[in-house]
């Protein structure tokens, strides 16, 4: 089993950056992806990227150039850093780790985004 933990949600304004953190614990296959999605109020949940062990990521069309993921592996966490936020990106980001056709998730954390 893996635990994930989120941190870096928040509160900012339009234009602005944060930095999501998940760090996961527990049994760790070596081969894994670990990425983020998104859920906005009324919205469904959609993939915001993701980082496999090996380092091959996939993004959002609408956000690739705003939003980078990145990988610790000695750590086990993953990073999403989200640059000119806007608005729309408002929403409670989930964490998620994946191996062997499981699928951990985070609890989740709130960014909102003011205009």
């Known amino acids: 089993q893996v635990q994930l933990v989120e941190s870096g949600g928040g509160l900012v304004q339009s234009g602005g950056s944060l930095r999501l953190s998940c760090a996961a614990s527990g049994s760790i296959f070596r081969f894994n992806t670990m990425g983020w999605y998104r859920q906005a109020p009324g919205k469904e949940r959609d993939l915001v990227a993701s980082m496999t062990s090996v380092s091959t990521t996939t993004y959002a069309d609408s956000l690739k150039g705003r939003f980078t993921i990145s990988r610790d592996n000695a750590k086990n966490t993953v990073y999403l850093q989200m640059n000119s936020l806007a608005p729309e990106d408002t929403g409670v980001y989930f964490c998620?780790?994946?191996?062997?056709?499981?699928?951990?998730w985070g609890q989740g954390t709130q960014v909102t985004v003011s205009s």
């Open positions: 998620y780790f994946q191996a062997l056709s499981q699928r951990y």
